[in-house]
């Protein structure tokens, strides 16, 4: 029995590839925020779905030090940096903790196992 699509997903998008185009098929399937990689933009995008649309809640440039985006469904934040020939993703854990409960990838991290 399928009963829809992930919480999270990534998009790559490719040399005339129209990713943005899928935004209805991702609402459709009911995938709460999708992260698009544009590669020839070099820029992130952080969609989420809000009712039955997929809406843009930020976008990240290389060079841009003050946007980080912020996924409200996985406990990482995403953010794109200077790298050389090309910019690189900066992934964080969610700095926010719970009372008594742990931070997977925090705790994966530290461990060094991410």
Known sequence: MWLGGPDFAVEIVSPDDASRDKLDFYARV?????????????????????????????????????????????????????????PLIEVHPRRERRAGRSNYVSDLIQRGGC
């Open 30 to 86: 009911g995938v709460r925020e999708l992260l698009v990689i544009d590669r020839d933009a070099s820029a992130l995008e952080l969609y989420r779905l809000q009712g039955r649309r997929m809406i843009s809640v930020g976008r990240s440039i290389a060079g841009d030090t003050t946007t980080t985006l912020q996924s409200e469904v996985i406990p990482l934040s995403f953010r794109l940096i200077e790298g050389g020939a090309r």
